[in-house]
């Protein structure tokens, strides 16, 4: 029985059943929590107070919003001859060789959805019509631009797609939208369901990597490491003009190369010539080194690099993963001595995982659908100009979306280049996350299977993501924030203020708060200043992004000189960010055409200002 104040008025009825399975201490937790997000408080704390509070709410995630779909029974193995990344995904778990490999189960963030609503109620065509179809491009201000976008995509193709079935289904659009789809009725294969000998019956599976481990760029498995390797002092391959191989049908040679579009192909030649900088660093050092030993401890330090996201709240959230309450100068100059609170979760002695084996999870995927980020065009910048206003420069044209994506965007992002695809990305501001912002381009696109090949049936992303969370048990948007510790909204007001938006959800849901998908409600929620994701996303992000870390024997156990060398390590040390190594690459690209700080910024927007007060002292932003 947990904790549980005489005067629970301000506990809302809904929660009970979480205090319900709590510890005393955990409940206790819970009531501070619970009583800051009543009062909306935590993101107007000073920053060291907001940390503290999203080190409690982590705290009571990882106890409480794990769930173990099951299927992982590997082997034991020697963890000091594998002391390297495996094409596969196995080999991190200290005592499991399979857990996070290619092929196993995709976990879950809370239990499969309960509400007994259909799955095509309400149709998912009729959300995407009235709901998310772009009406005019929203942009996101400066905060993030199209490399961001694109970066998120090649996270996300680095970690998690889920397998199919070869069951195809076909959604078709009742009458009264059909005439505002850009198609009527479009076919799409069904997620594949999986037996887990577990309770929970099914489960889909991942076909990559969920590691942070660079997948992206070094594939998922041996065949796909093969087709990407040089197979001489560790390299990768890599064009002449900067950009991606292709092989003879066009398909770019690289990790992932589904889905892809020029932005994203641009960032895995740009991961591609870190790792062959690495490569080169390392054999000069050790020239003893074979192929195998420079390709294994290059992708280690490459597949090392971060970037954060913005306010003050967050940034010192993430560095304090990384480096702990103590700050990097500390770290690197003691080293991870004082655990993973004052030192950062990477560098641990061991790996945790808090009893649940390390998987991505369905939740995670769903929050990650994030297609509105992406733009309708790409300005493209006048790289001719001589003298380049930073603030505003000059445009030559703009490409649309549609021919920047999959084998035709690959010749077309070589025509334009790196430099002007990169400088152009830059200046970009990326879409918001918010409703009628969903591209039309993608309601209406031609997807490709796992080899990179066109698929005949073109789909609706806009209504397909809508059925993918009702298929996959992902529950709706009220049921997985009580099941997040967070107060269900009881009105649509609680939602949004924008009373157009109330007026078509009340219209599409017919008033039954509790049907309102996931997806739609995370775009129509109010947002954090300075967030540009909703607050329920943020705290699936919170458990998600630390346990990638402290699950990963090379981020804790073998995150050392050892395992990586001293000079990779040095290496991975001195990386802070995206901006780091574009510029160890492109040097000019970022002094001639950058104002800001960070490369996911606009780059035309102002450098941050410096700000002499330690982090962790800030007031709110
Ligand atoms: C031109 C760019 C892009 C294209 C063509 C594209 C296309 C697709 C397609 C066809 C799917 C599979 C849909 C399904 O069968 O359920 C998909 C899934 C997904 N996409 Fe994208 N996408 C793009 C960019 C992005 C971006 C920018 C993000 C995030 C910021 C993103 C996040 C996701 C996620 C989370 C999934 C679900 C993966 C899964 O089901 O396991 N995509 N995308």
Avoid at 124 to 151: E, Y
Avoid at 532 to 548: D, N, P, Q
Avoid at 568 to 574: A, M
């Amino acid at each position: 029985m947990g904790f549980s104040p005489s005067s629970s008025w301000f506990l809302d009825p809904e929660l009970r059943h979480v205090v319900s399975k709590m510890s005393f201490f955990d409940s206790f937790l819970f009531y501070i929590v619970h009583l800051v997000d009543k009062l909306g408080l935590w993101h107007r704390f000073p920053v060291l107070l907001g940390v503290a509070y999203l080190g409690i709410r982590r705290y009571l995630h990882q106890r409480y919003n794990l769930v173990h779909v099951g299927g992982v029974n590997g082997q034991v193995y020697d963890t000091d001859e594998f002391s390297y990344r495996k094409a596969d995904g196995k080999c991190n778990h200290p005592s499991d060789d399979s857990v996070g490999s290619r092929g196993t189960f995709i976990g879950r963030n809370m239990p499969p959805c309960t509400s007994q609503y259909g799955i095509l109620d309400p149709h998912p065509s009729v959300v995407a019509t009235k709901l998310l179809a772009r009406k005019r491009f929203i942009d996101n201000g400066d905060q993030f631009n199209v490399i961001a976008c694109s970066w998120i995509q090649f996270m996300i193709h680095d970690w998690v797609d889920h397998l199919e079935d070869t069951h195809q289904i076909e959604l078709e659009a009742p009458e009264e939208v059909a005439s505002g789809c850009p198609l009527k009725s479009f076919k799409f294969l069904r997620t594949k369901k999986v037996f887990s000998g577990d309770h929970h019956k099914t489960g889909a599976v991942n076909t990559r990597t969920p590691w942070w481990d660079g997948s992206v760029v070094y594939g998922n498995d041996e065949a796909g490491m093969r087709r990407v390797r040089v197979f001489k002092d560790g390299k990768l391959k890599l064009s002449g003009d900067g950009l991606l191989e292709r092989d003879e049908k066009g398909v770019p040679i690289s990790g992932d190369i589904r889905n892809s579009w020029s932005g994203f192909s641009l960032l895995q030649a740009l991961f591609v010539k870190e790792h062959n900088s690495v490569c080169e660093m390392l054999k000069e050092r050790y020239p003893d080194f074979d192929d195998e030993k420079l390709y294994r401890t290059a992708r280690l330090v490459t597949a090392a690099t971060i970037e954060l996201l913005k306010t003050d709240t967050l940034t010192a959230g993430m560095r304090i993963n990384w480096y702990g309450f103590l700050g990097k100068k500390v770290k690197d100059t003691i080293g991870a001595r004082f655990g993973p609170i004052l030192s950062g979760l990477v560098g641990m002695k061991k790996p945790r995982d808090h009893g649940v084996p390390y998987s991505l999870t369905e939740e995670f995927v769903s929050v990650y659908r994030m297609h509105c980020l992406l733009p309708d065009t790409l300005v493209l910048r006048d790289m001719r100009s001589q003298n380049v206003d930073k603030a505003d420069p000059a445009i030559e044209r703009e490409v649309p979306m549609t021919e920047l994506i999959g084998k035709e965007g690959g010749t077309k992002g070589s025509r334009i280049g790196f430099d002007q695809l990169l400088v152009s990305m830059g200046h970009h501001s990326c879409g918001a996350l918010t409703l009628w912002n969903y591209p039309n381009w993608m309601r209406n696109l031609v997807a490709q299977d796992i080899d990179g090949e066109d698929r005949p049936n073109l789909i609706d992303m806009a209504a397909l993501k809508i059925y993918r969370d009702r298929e996959r048990g992902v529950p709706r948007f009220n049921e997985f924030r009580k099941n997040l510790m967070m107060s269900p909204i009881s009105k649509w007001e609680d939602l949004t203020d924008d009373e157009e938006a109330i007026k078509v959800l009340k219209e599409v849901y017919g008033g039954d708060i509790d049907k309102l998908d996931l997806n739609v409600g995370l775009h129509a929620e109010k947002k954090i200043k300075g967030f540009a994701i909703s607050e329920t996303a943020f705290f699936i992000f919170l458990l998600v992004a630390s346990r990638r870390l402290e699950a990963d024997r090379f981020f804790t156990t073998n995150f050392n000189e050892k395992t990586y060398t001293k000079e990779g390590l040095e290496w991975v040390n001195t990386t802070e960010s995206l901006k780091d190594v574009i510029d160890r690459h492109f040097p000019n690209l970022t002094n001639k055409w950058m104002r800001c700080t960070s490369a996911f910024s606009v780059w035309s927007s102002d450098p941050d200002p410096t700000n002499w007060l330690l982090l962790y002292l800030r007031s709110a932003p």
